[in-house]
């Protein structure tokens, strides 16, 4: 459970899921088990692999020191084998589903491990680099339902990656001194600063367009209702609130409200696009 990053992965497999719902013109039941479980076992193979590269630095920190790892709790070894386990598994369950989507599962997997995680030692690219992997899973949804990728997963996949950047920069303010023990600089700016608050904002006023857009007929088979476009614009409001509160404030305490509401925000913007398709 440690090892996969337990509750982190299973909003993973709840975008997933989402993005499934939102693209099936039937429910099946196969491919929803498949990619919840495979959707599982590839974000846990990946955050596996990644403790194994990051154990000398995660030791360094106070909020990963305790993993285990770092921590002797677990062998290198044991988290090697665990990790190629799942992966295999993982991704040949999302192979039974359609080859595309175990394709972005395999996408994700390697750019997660294999270029993220070393950049992250060189600086704010990585959480650029990062993003791709991690604005995946509701487009894998989606994928897994149709077999298809257009417009509507890429919609899917925008509103995503810009809402990593508000999400992780308020995490990397909040323990910008601890990610400096592990030789991690990861805001924007390298500190906590105007520059890095207002990338913070920028980023976060993008979301708000770009959730809108399935109410203009945009975004292909994606739709909003009149109600859906008033939430989706409140949820985006309250959002830029929290952002602009912390360029104001420039203060953990705001950077920590921030990343409170990102992690409200996604899960029920993307709840909400699937009730408005439903209802």
């Given at each position: ?149 257009d417009i509507e997963p890429g919609t899917l996949f925008a509103i995503q990656f810009l809402w990593q950047f508000s999400h992780f920069w308020a995490i990397a303010w909040i323990a910008d001194d601890d990610y400096k023990k592990a030789n991690y600089v990861l805001l924007p700016s390298g500190k906590r600063d105007t520059k890095s608050a207002l990338q ?80």
């Amino acid at each position: 459970m440690e090892l996969t990053k337990a509750r982190l992965n299973l909003s993973v497999v709840y975008s997933a899921l989402a993005g499934y719902f939102l693209g099936a013109e039937q429910i099946g039941f196969w491919p929803i088990m498949a990619l919840a479980l495979g959707g599982y076992l590839v974000v846990g193979a990946a955050n596996g692999f990644n403790q194994v590269i990051e154990r000398d630095r995660d030791a360094l920190m106070d909020r990963t020191k305790n993993r285990p790892l770092p921590s002797g709790r677990l062998k290198v070894s044991e988290a090697m084998i665990s990790s190629s386990i799942m992966a295999v598994v993982g991704l040949f369950l999302l192979y039974t589903i359609n080859p595309l989507t175990v394709g972005f599962g395999a996408f994700a997997l390697f750019v997660y491990v294999l270029i993220y995680t070393p950049l992250k030692a060189h600086g704010p690219i990585a959480v650029f680099v990062g993003a791709f992997p991690g604005a995946i899973p509701a487009l894998l949804g989606w994928v897994a339902a149709t077999n298809d990728f257009d417009i509507e997963p890429g919609t899917l996949f925008a509103i995503q990656f810009l809402w990593q950047f508000s999400h992780f920069w308020a995490i990397a303010w909040i323990a910008d001194d601890d990610y400096k023990k592990a030789n991690y600089v990861l805001l924007p700016s390298g500190k906590r600063d105007t520059k890095s608050a207002l990338q913070i904002v920028l980023y976060t006023f993008f979301i708000i367009p770009v959730s809108l857009l399935p109410a203009f007929g945009l975004s292909g088979g994606l739709s909003l209702s009149v109600v859906g476009v008033i939430i989706t614009a409140l949820l985006g409001l309250f959002f830029m609130y929290f952002a602009l509160k912390l360029y104001r404030e420039r203060s953990i305490p705001a950077a920590r409200k921030l990343m409170f509401y990102s992690i409200v925000y996604l899960p029920l913007l993307q709840l909400l696009l699937v009730i408005d398709k439903f209802i």
